[in-house]
Every structure is written in C-alpha cells, then in structure tokens.
C-alpha cells in the first residue's frame, strides 16, 4: 500500500498544506468537499441560493481561519462541516433579524394613524431624501424590496449581488431609516 492511497494520509497533507498557506490546497478541499458541504446547508436552511452563500462563506472562513485547523484533533472534512454548522446558524439569525425587524416596522406602520394632513408628503419627502444619503447599492435594494415589491433572490440577480448582501443591506438599511425617523420624530416641534 502506497502511503497517498490511505485517505487519512492524504486528508492530513491537504491540512498541513492549507495550514501552511498553500491555496491548491484549498482549491482541492474545495473540489473534494464543497458538494458535501452545499448538500448540508441546502437541508438546514431549505434554500439553494442561501446554501451557495453558505458555501462561499466556509471555504473563505477556511483560508482565513487556516490556523485553525488542528489534523491531529480531527479530518478536514470535519473542521469544515463545523464551520459549515457555524455559517448556516449565522444565516438562521439573520433570517430572524430581518423578520422581526420587518415585523417591527409592519406594526409600528399598522399602529400609526393615516395622515390627515401635510406629514404625510413630509414623511415621504424625508424618506425619499434619506435613501439617497444612503446611496447604492442599500438605497436600489430598498427600493427594489419595499417600493417595488421584489423578492430578494430577485433583486440579487438584478444587481449581480450575493443574496446574503442583499439581505444584510435590507436589514441595515431598515435600522438606518427606523434611526433616522425617530431623530426626526424627536426633534419635530409639538
């Protein structure tokens, strides 16, 4: 038997070697386990384009955290389902961030009484200047979710955007406008 026939063998070189910096390395990690690692986000998290992040994700939290791996505690293959599990937790909060703070907006919205006077060009005035100081790409994604009604898998292949950057700007820009709102709220006369 040929020492690179037994897998352990070989698994263990791939480790030192991306430990060590070398990039084939990671590019054969890559090609050997990316299947494995895709097939258990998409089962966690139920969607292909939430799982592709997912595997875009690991493989760079890999390279970066490449010190890390330990071949005399474990297989690669292991480290990387654990940086697998890690990343798809990450995305399940995300997803209840968003929720809730949609949910938050939803029923600030619902609880306001509808406008019987000028605050309501004011307020649509304010928000129009808001998402311009925001600027692109947060302020397009905003647009493109709550003025046109797009679905975020949408908006990323309209703007060549990752889905999980889609997604943070929606979450991030909702806090930067609730922020703001509630600036201008406070410093509004009574």
């Known amino acids: 038997m040929h020492v690179h026939d037994d897998p352990d063998v070989e698994s263990a070189e791939l480790a030192a070697r991306l430990r060590g910096g070398d990039r084939e390395a990671l590019a054969e990690m890559y090609r ?84 019987v006077d000028d605050s309501d060009l004011a307020e649509r005035l304010l928000l129009v200047h808001e998402l311009e100081r925001m600027g692109d790409p947060r302020a397009a994604v905003l647009r493109m979710a709550f003025i046109e009604d797009r679905t975020h898998e949408d908006i990323a292949r309209a703007l060549d955007l990752p889905l999980g950057t889609v997604k943070s700007h929606v979450r991030r820009g909702l806090i930067q406008l609730r922020d703001r709102l509630k600036e201008v709220e406070h410093a509004a006369p009574e």
């Not at 997912?54 to 939290?61: E, I, L, T």
């Not at 937790?89 to 600030?108: I, K, P």
Request: charged fraction near 25%; avoid cysteine.
């Open 32 to 115: 050997r386990w990316a299947p494995l690692v895709h097939t258990i986000a998409l089962r966690s998290l139920g969607a292909r384009e939430d799982a592709e992040d997912v595997v875009q994700q690991v493989f760079v939290s890999a390279w970066h955290g490449r010190a890390t791996l330990r071949p005399d505690r474990g297989s690669p293959v292991a480290w990387l389902v654990g940086i697998t599990k890690h990343r798809v937790a990450d995305v399940r909060t995300q997803r209840f961030r968003t929720h809730r703070n949609l949910q938050a907006l939803a029923s600030e919205a619902a609880t306001q009484p509808p406008p």
